[in-house]
C-alpha cells in the first residue's frame, strides 16, 4: 500500500494502473483472472494449519513402520512439523512432487559416482601448501549436469566446488587449514569405521521419502476444497510452464517486471518473475529490474536466499550493475557502527563478486550529533527498567520518534508494561497464541464438557466437571468444592450429584449444562460460543465468563478496559473462523470447535492472533527486529542483546546442498544480518543492552556481534535504584489497559 500511495504522489496519479503486488497476491491475481487454467476451475480456499496438519497426520499413518517419517512418540507423528516445514521450503523452492523426487534420485546418483573419488582426494591430512592443488583436483571431478533450467537450484558439483573455494579463500592469508577442515568434515565422514558422504546421503534419502508425502498431500488438499499459501505460487508456476497460451497471455499484460526487496524472495518467486519478464520478443533480456541489498536479508525462513542474486546475473549475463552507495537515513556513525557488525559476515555479495563494493555514505546528516552504546547490566530486570527510565527520560524532553527492539516478543511485553505504568503513549503489535489464553482455554473446556454431556461420555464428563467448577468465574467456596469431591469420591459422577445437590447455584450450573449439551445439537457455534461465553442469555443463567474478566480490570479508572478481555474477543472471533475453514460446512457446531482446538493441542499448532495495542498519539514502538523491516527512528533501543538470543539454533532438519531450503538462524551470518537490520533502522542514536547474568544466577555474555561496533559501557549496582524496587517491578504480572479500544481498532 505504501509503494502504491509513493508512485500515485510522484506521477501525478498517472501510475494508477501499475499492479503492486506481493508474489501471493500477483499468484492469487493470475488465478482470478485465469480461472480455468488452475484446478479445472474449481474454486479452492486456503487451508487452515490444523487442516493442513490433520491431513500430513493421516498419510503419515498410511506408511510402513520402517519409514524415518512414520516414528510416533504419545500417540503422535515425531516428523509431522518436520513434514509440514519440508513440505513448505519445497514450496518456496518452486518443485512440484515430480520434480522433487527427480532431483533427490539425480542427487543420489551423483554421490554414487563422486563418494569414491572424493574419499580418495581427501584421505591425506590437509596442508596449507597443498590447498590449490587440492582445489584443481576437485573442480577436476564431474559435474550433477543439472543444467540452468531450475535457477536458482543448483547442480551438487557446482555447490561442492564453491564451498571449497569460497574455504580456501577464507583460509588464504591464515597459513591454517580450519575452514577448509570445515568444508572436508561437511562432506566426508566415518561411520563405523567406513568413510563416506553420510549426512548428505542421509538428507537426501529423508526428503525423498518425503516425495510421496507430497503428492498425496496436494491431492488430499485438493480434494478438500483446499490450496496452501506455499501453493500458489508453485500451481502459477506450473500452468505457466504447461500452458503456452497462458504464459503468452500474461507476458503480454505484464511488459515489465520490477522486484523489490528482492533479497527475500526465494526461489519460486524469482521463477515466477521470470516466466512472466522472459518475453520472446525479448531475446534473452527482459524488462526486469531487480532491488535489493543481501546484507538485509533476514527472511530465510521463507526461502529467501542469496542465491537468488547470484543466479539472476547467470541468468542474464547483460544485466546493468548499479550498487547505490548514498544513505539518506542514517548518520555516519551509526552507517561506520553497522558496517563493522556486517563485516562479520561470511557470505556476502561483496565476497563473491569483487566487482562490488558497500561504502556507504550519509547524506542527511542530523543536524543534532547522535549517541551509540553498548550498556551492560548486572541482571536482566535492571535492564529493562534502566531502560524504560532512559526511554521515558528521551520521550518527557520532546524526542518522540523512538523505537525498541528485540530478537522476542517476552521482553517487549515486559518493558511495554513498565512503559504503560508511567503514562508513556505505547504501540505493541502482540503475537499470542490463542490456545494458550485463560478465556480460550476456559470455553474449551465448557464447549469440550457440551459435546460429552451431548454423547454421553460419563468418563470425561466427570474430569471435565471437576476441572470446570474450578474455573473462579463460578466464584465456588472452596468449602462447596470439597464437599462435592468427596461426596463422589472415587466413581461417583460429578454431573449425577450437583444435578441432585440443594445448593442452589451447582443446580443451575447443571441444568445449564444439560440445557447446553441439548441445544449443541442444532444450533450453529456462533450462537453456542454467545452462551458460553455470557452475550446470550439462556434459559437457566447467563455465563459469568464475560463479567468476570471485565471485573480483572486492575484499573480504578473505568474507562479503561482490561486488555485480557479484548483479547479474548478477537481470539474467539478468529477460532470461530478457522473452525468454520476447517469443517468446510455451511454451519460449523460445536464439535467441530472441540475437536478443531484438541487436534492442534495434540500436535503443538500455534494459531496466531496479532492485537496492536496503542494507547496514545505518538507512540514509543515496540517491535520485534523483522517487524521493524522498513521502518525508521530518531532513536533505537535494541534490548536483551545476549548470546544466548543472537546466535545459531542447534539441530534442526537439515536440507539437500543443492536446493535453497534452510530454515533462518542455521549459521551465524543470519544473526549478523539481523543485528545490521536493527541498528541501520535509527537516524542517529543507537542503545543496546545486554545483561551479565540470569535469574538463576548463571554467568550471561552479551552478544559479540557489537563487540567492535560500539563502545561498552558496563553499569555497576551501585548506579542502579534498589534491587528491591526492581524485583517487585517485574515481579507485577505485565498488564496493559486502554483508555479508548477505538486506537486499537484503527490500528
Not at 12 to 21: F, L, S
Not at 352 to 366: F, G, S
Request: glycine share 4%.
Amino acid at each position: 500500500l505504501n509503494m502504491r500511495e509513493r508512485l500515485l504522489q510522484l506521477t501525478g496519479g498517472e501510475a494508477r494502473d501499475v499492479n503492486v503486488k506481493t508474489f501471493h497476491s500477483f499468484a492469487a491475481e493470475l488465478m482470478n483472472l485465469y480461472p480455468d487454467y488452475f484446478w479445472n476451475g474449481a474454486r479452492l480456499s486456503t487451508a487452515p494449519d490444523t487442516t493442513q496438519i490433520e491431513i500430513i497426520q493421516s498419510i503419515l499413518a498410511t506408511l510402513p513402520l520402517n519409514s524415518p517419517l512414520a516414528l510416533r512418540f504419545a500417540g503422535n507423528f515425531t516428523a509431522g512439523r518436520d513434514v509440514k516445514n519440508a513440505l513448505k521450503l519445497a514450496k518456496e523452492a518452486g518443485l512440484t512432487p515430480s520434480q522433487l523426487e527427480s532431483l533427490i534420485q539425480a542427487n543420489l546418483a551423483y554421490l554414487d559416482v563422486i563418494e569414491p573419488q572424493l574419499i580418495e582426494l581427501l584421505a591425506k591430512p590437509l596442508s596449507a601448501k597443498t590447498l590449490p592443488q587440492l582445489l584443481v583436483a576437485v573442480e577436476s571431478l564431474p559435474d550433477q549436469g543439472l543444467g540452468e533450467q531450475l535457477e536458482p537450484l543448483q547442480d551438487l558439483g557446482h555447490v561442492i566446488k564453491e564451498s571449497l573455494r569460497q574455504a580456501i579463500v577464507a583460509d588464504e592469508d591464515t597459513g591454517k587449514t580450519k575452514q577448509t577442515g570445515k568444508w572436508k568434515q561437511r562432506w566426508v565422514q566415518s561411520v563405523d569405521g567406513a568413510k563416506g558422504m553420510h549426512k548428505e546421503r542421509e538428507r537426501n534419502n529423508w526428503w525423498l521419502s518425503l516425495t510421496g508425502v507430497y503428492e498425496s498431500y496436494r491431492k488430499q488438499l485438493h480434494a478438500r476444497g483446499y490450496y496452501d499459501y506455499s501453493d500458489m505460487v508453485v500451481e502459477v508456476i506450473s500452468q505457466l510452464r504447461q500452458k503456452p497460451r497462458l504464459l503468452a497471455e500474461v507476458q503480454e499484460r505484464f511488459l515489465y517486471v520490477l522486484i523489490d526487496e528482492f533479497q527475500d524472495t526465494n526461489a519460486a518467486q524469482l521463477q515466477l518473475a521470470h516466466l512472466v519478464a522472459d518475453h520472446p520478443q525479448a531475446n534473452g533480456n527482459p524488462n526486469l529490474m531487480a532491488v535489493g541489498d543481501d546484507d538485509q536479508s533476514i527472511y530465510k525462513f521463507n526461502g529467501a536466499e542469496l542465491s537468488n542474486m547470484l543466479s539472476f546475473k547467470r541468468s542474464y549475463p547483460n544485466t546493468k550493475l548499479i550498487v547505490l552507495t548514498d544513505n539518506y537515513r542514517s548518520s555516519q556513525t551509526v552507517l561506520t557502527a553497522s558496517t563493522k557488525v556486517i563485516e562479520q559476515v561470511a557470505d556476502r555479495l561483496v565476497h563473491r563478486d569483487t566487482t562490488i563494493t558497500k561504502q556507504l555514505v550519509a547524506r542527511n546528516e542530523p543536524k543534532k550529533p547522535g549517541e551509540l552504546v553498548h550498556v551492560n547490566y548486572p541482571t536482566e530486570e535492571q535492564e529493562l527498567s534502566d531502560i524504560c527510565e532512559r526511554v521515558v527520560e528521551e520521550y518527557k524532553s520532546g524526542q518522540h520518534s523512538i523505537g525498541v527492539l528485540a530478537r522476542d516478543h517476552a521482553s517487549l511485553q515486559r518493558l511495554s508494561s513498565l512503559l504503560a505504568a508511567q503514562n508513556i503513549p505505547i504501540r505493541y503489535e502482540k503475537q499470542n497464541n490463542i490456545l494458550d489464553h485463560t478465556a480460550v482455554r476456559l470455553i474449551h473446556d465448557i464447549a469440550t464438557l457440551v459435546v460429552n454431556i451431548e454423547q454421553g461420555n460419563t468418563a470425561y464428563v466427570n474430569m471435565l466437571l471437576s476441572r470446570t467448577l474450578r474455573a473462579p468465574m463460578w466464584n465456588l467456596s472452596p468449602e462447596l468444592l470439597w464437599n462435592v469431591a468427596s461426596q463422589t469420591y472415587p466413581n461417583k459422577s460429578w454431573l449425577d450429584y450437583v444435578i441432585r445437590t440443594k445448593d442452589q447455584q451447582l443446580h443451575e450450573i447443571a441444568d445449564w449444562l444439560l440445557w447446553l449439551a441439548t441445544e449443541s445439537a442444532h444450533e450453529p457455534l456462533p450462537v453456542m460460543l454467545e452462551y458460553i461465553i455470557g452475550l446470550r442469555t439462556s434459559k437457566y443463567l447467563t455465563s459469568p465468563l464475560k463479567q468476570y474478566f471485565l471485573s480483572r480490570s486492575h484499573t480504578e479508572d473505568l474507562k479503561k478496559v482490561d486488555t485480557e478481555y479484548l483479547e479474548a474477543l478477537s481470539a474467539v472471533r478468529l477460532l470461530r473462523s478457522l473452525v468454520h475453514d476447517f469443517t468446510r460446512s455451511p454451519q460449523a457446531n460445536l464439535s467441530d470447535c472441540v475437536n478443531f482446538v484438541q487436534l492442534s493441542l495434540d500436535t503443538g499448532e500455534i494459531i496466531a492472533d496479532e492485537s496492536v495495542f496503542v494507547s496514545g498519539p505518538e507512540p514509543v514502538e515496540l517491535l520485534t527486529v523483522h517487524k521493524a523491516k522498513g521502518l525508521e527512528f530518531e532513536s533505537v533501543y535494541i534490548i536483551n542483546a545476549v548470546d544466548a538470543n543472537w546466535k545459531p539454533n542447534v539441530g534442526g532438519r537439515k536440507c539437500p546442498a543443492n536446493l535453497p531450503l534452510q530454515p533462518a538462524g542455521d549459521d551465524m551470518d543470519d544473526y549478523a544480518r539481523l543485528m545490521y537490520v536493527a541498528i541501520t533502522r535509527a537516524k542517529r542514536s543507537v542503545t543496546i543492552a545486554s545483561y551479565r547474568e540470569d535469574v538463576q544466577g548463571k554467568e550471561v555474555l552479551a552478544t559479540p556481534l557489537v563487540h567492535n561496533a560500539i563502545s561498552l559501557q558496563n553499569i555497576e549496582p551501585t548506579e542502579l535504584p534498589s534491587p528491591v524496587i526492581t524485583l517487585e517491578e517485574h515481579l507485577a504480572w505485565p498488564r496493559l489497559n486502554i483508555e479508548n479500544e477505538q486506537l486499537n481498532l484503527k490500528a
